[in-house]
């Protein structure tokens, strides 16, 4: 019996997946891009049926600005339907890393991108090599108008699935088609009998239409001709399916015709687990511009309205794209080559510098309009909060040099409002001169609050340790440190039970010789040793923090905490600097809670999800809950995205951030190392992150989590003022929520249009429907969120017309995309 009546037909996608960065740098890679699509431009004209399909749209925007010849070739060929476009996003991204705002910004720029340049947008997402896709995907694209998805990883052996095809269904009901690739989305660059041989032995027994990449790949290249003739051959044996080139939407158009298709309801992991921790640098780089753009680009817009700042669209959007294009998998995912870091690092600085820049001159530009009178001695401080919600927090604020006030500071809201306590805390300059202060500030939301400090009060406090105690407490929250350990014995709300469970080293030393990717593994848990404590104490006790400082060794490595706690904090705050030596290890901080029937939730990309405690290696933001009975502690991070949490014992689990590993650079098996070889190994050396433990009392959402998370990775920004008429008052909000504590706002910005519209983008965090009246800017609308959806609305310039609901990309939904240049 022939295999042409058992399977197929073979939908046949020539492609060359292309990695910009990887063991190259991306100037290489961008070589790589131009001759790829020469190359398959010469193939179409020699073969009358051959069809190409591509994504990654920053590789069509180099070639439109570098080589306009080549790009009109591309242009008149995907008019006529041979160079198809797929992915609509700006590169192949890690799909576990970047935040959600991030896959955002990939549909939001590439798509609006193709339309204008080239007439089209994708409607196939394509994203074939990252190492996992997080369970948010099928809203975000279906969103930005992808209505199927094709990948390869987890591959059959790592993951279960419904069917090589299933719909595949985020938390809110979106939907998208998705379909496993079989075998490899590459070939190699001759016949190609058993490549496809393979690839068929994976796929199911169906008369079902089914797909099969070909083409070289990885280094560019694409179908040969030597692969177009083969593809000839075999469809003319018996021996195997009906096969033709082809387009993946029209694989994608006939296999949705077919009933029965399976649905698939969560994320589609794990591959490659050590690609969470993989290269620490990056990953808190990655976070810190993407946050850092996100404060900057509401400030930018308030600034617009307010002052009327220039519009910064552009450079943010360069910006954003810079981010964008560092997120492409082998980047973000610590898997590429020394080099490439380099290139990443003045990438992503740059993204970083311009953000800066438009927040400074927005805030700048705020402040200069509020009205502070001359007073001799006094020094006025404006203190702006990013969210959409009020928050309280501790505010460090240099003075500078010379001190614009000497001694005791007398510290109060508004011109002269009630007094605030002021604590001096240790200043960032060792020479003389400077020195640095802490107070606790109240600030309304997307807002700012004026305090004004001046000579002379007995509420400041100089911060030194009275005593030797290794106890924190300020009403809210306790914490106790065991000098033997180093480590915390007590951590509990105010009223509430100990949260912390005993006989377990905090900072362990795992052994990890897996390759960079962790291939053929699950789970980092070796322990080879832990830190042992050299030193605690005291540094810090007043009415605005207290601190106690805990140093620690292992063989050539150091680690030190600090573990703050300040004046109305639900949160012990723990500033971690680890100077990391050891080669084929990494270290996990490990969090033992005392918890029955406990249940771990985690952060992914605008949502979260519940997981398993089984020790496994998992792709998590910027928290981490584990919640039982007695109540819970959510562990909150600025840059660190691998967490385990072992449950096994009874009445216990560990949660396990994996803050550093240290593999040789792109180092994959099966190749091992040599026993004198010479290799260069990540994460050594310092690095510096912040976690936070949160205890409450209830429920995760009850304790606001998702807003301590996002008020420790956009905190507030102090500015020293002076004095100015103005028409603005000592405190002002742009934005206010009522109704739903449990949306964030998380976007406010420009419409990309230009027309004058703002656009506001929030999402559900709780997985419970929500009604919202919302203010900003002085425009009062209403508004209702599905569990977990993923809103956005335009707010035209016309003051009086309502809000808009819109995809993604800016587009009503019923309306067809605007292209043109097509």
């Not at 030193?535 to 923090?545: E, K, M, N, T």
């Not at 800017?777 to 956005?792: I, M, N, Q």
């Amino acid at each position: 019996m022939t295999q042409t009546g058992a399977r197929g037909p073979l939908h046949m996608i020539g492609n060359a997946h292309t990695d910009a960065v990887w063991l190259w740098q991306w100037q290489e890679g961008f070589q790589e891009v131009r001759a790829t699509f020469r190359s398959a431009l010469d193939r179409m004209d020699e073969y009358p049926d051959y069809v190409f399909t591509a994504d990654s749209v920053a590789y069509l925007s180099w070639i439109d600005e570098h080589d306009p010849e080549l790009f009109e070739r591309i242009r008149k060929r995907v008019t006529e339907g041979r160079f198809e476009i797929v992915g609509g996003w700006w590169v192949e991204p890690d799909c576990n890393l970047p935040g959600g705002e991030a896959f955002v910004r990939h549909a939001l720029y590439s798509q609006r991108w193709l339309a204008e340049h080239l007439g089209v947008i994708a409607t196939v997402g394509c994203n074939v090599d990252p190492f996992g896709h997080n369970a948010t995907l099928p809203q975000l694209l279906s969103k930005a108008r992808l209505d199927s998805y094709a990948f390869l990883r987890p591959q059959r052996h790592e993951r279960e699935l419904p069917g090589q095809k299933f719909w595949w269904e985020a938390a809110d009901g979106s939907r998208v088609l998705a379909y496993r690739i079989p075998h490899e989305y590459c070939s190699p660059g001759g016949e190609i009998s058993g490549h496809v041989t393979k690839a068929v032995q994976q796929l199911p027994v169906t008369t079902e239409p089914l797909m099969v990449f070909y083409g070289v790949g990885n280094h560019g290249g694409g179908p040969t001709i030597e692969n177009i003739e083969s593809i000839k051959q075999l469809a003319e044996r018996d021996l195997f399916p009906e096969m033709f080139p082809s387009t993946m939407r029209r694989f994608f158009d006939e296999a949705r015709t077919f009933d029965g298709i399976p649905v698939h309801a969560s994320e589609l992991q794990p591959h490659a687990i050590g690609c969470y921790a993989a290269h620490s640098g990056i990953k808190r780089q990655n976070r810190l511009a993407e946050q850092a753009l996100l404060a900057a680009e509401k400030w930018a817009t308030v600034a617009a309205e307010v002052s009327g700042m220039p519009d910064a669209t552009a450079e943010l959007g360069h910006a954003w794209k810079q981010v964008l294009f560092n997120q492409f998998h082998d980047i973000a995912a610590g898997t590429a080559i020394e080099p490439a870091y380099d290139d990443a690092r003045d990438q992503l600085g740059e993204a970083k510098a311009i953000a800066a820049r438009l927040a400074n001159r927005s805030i700048q530009s705020i402040a200069r309009q509020i009205d502070i009178p001359a007073e001799s001695a006094m020094v006025p401080v404006a203190v702006f909060n990013p969210h959409a919600w009020p928050v309280t927090a501790t505010v460090e604020l240099e003075l500078g040099y010379p001190a614009p006030l000497r001694g005791a500071i007398a510290l109060s809201e508004g011109l002269g409002g009630r007094p605030i306590a002021v604590q001096e805390v240790r200043s960032t300059a060792t020479a003389n001169g400077r020195r640095r202060i802490a107070f606790k500030a109240t600030l309304p939301p997307l807002g700012y609050q004026l305090y004004t400090m001046r000579p002379g009060d007995t509420s400041y406090h100089l911060g030194q340790p009275s005593d030797d105690r290794l106890r924190l407490d300020n009403g809210v929250v306790r914490a106790e440190i065991d000098p033997a350990t180093g480590w915390l014995k007590t951590l509990a709300t105010a009223t509430g039970p100990n949260l912390l469970a005993s006989g377990v080293a905090h900072a362990q030393v795992i052994d990890d010789d897996t390759d960079t990717w962790s291939h053929g593994v699950r789970s980092l848990w070796k322990t080879a040793g832990a830190f042992e404590v050299t030193r605690v104490r005291r540094l810090a006790d007043g009415p605005v923090r207290q601190l106690i400082r805990v140093e620690s060794a292992y063989q050539d490595s150091r680690l030190v905490e600090e573990f703050v706690l300040d004046a109305e904090s639900d949160a012990v705050e723990v500033r971690v600097t680890v100077d990391w030596r050891e080669r084929l290890k990494a270290l996990k901080l490990c969090f033992p809670f005392a918890l029955r029937q406990a249940e771990a939730t985690h952060e992914i990309p605008y949502g979260h999800l519940v997981r398993e405690q089984n020790r496994e290696e998992v792709p998590s933001h910027a928290w981490v809950d584990v919640s039982g009975g007695e109540g819970g502690v959510a562990v909150l991070n600025d840059g660190k995205y691998s967490f385990a949490v072992d449950g096994s014992t009874a009445g216990r689990s560990v949660l396990a951030m994996t803050a550093v590993r240290s593999p040789v650079y792109a180092w994959h098996d099966p190749r091992r190392l040599d026993d004198d070889g010479v290799y260069e190994y990540l994460d050594q050396g310092l690095q510096r992150f912040t976690y936070r433990l949160q205890p409450h009392d209830g429920d995760w959402r009850a304790a606001g989590v998702v807003r301590r998370a996002a008020e420790l990775n956009q905190p507030v920004t102090p500015l020293i003022e002076c004095f100015h008429d103005g028409p603005l008052p000592a405190s002002q909000s742009y934005l206010t929520v009522k109704g739903a504590d449990h949306v964030a706002f998380a976007v406010v910005k420009r419409a990309e249009d230009n027309n004058g519209a703002l656009i506001v983008r929030a999402h559900e965090t709780a997985g419970r429907p929500a009604e919202a009246t919302v203010t900003i800017l002085g425009r009062t609308f209403d508004t209702a969120f599905r569990p977990h959806e993923v809103k956005t609305l335009q707010l035209p310039r016309d003051a009086d017309a309502p809000p808009v609901d819109v995809d993604l990309l800016e587009w009503e939904p019923a309306e067809p995309p605007p292209v043109r240049g097509g």
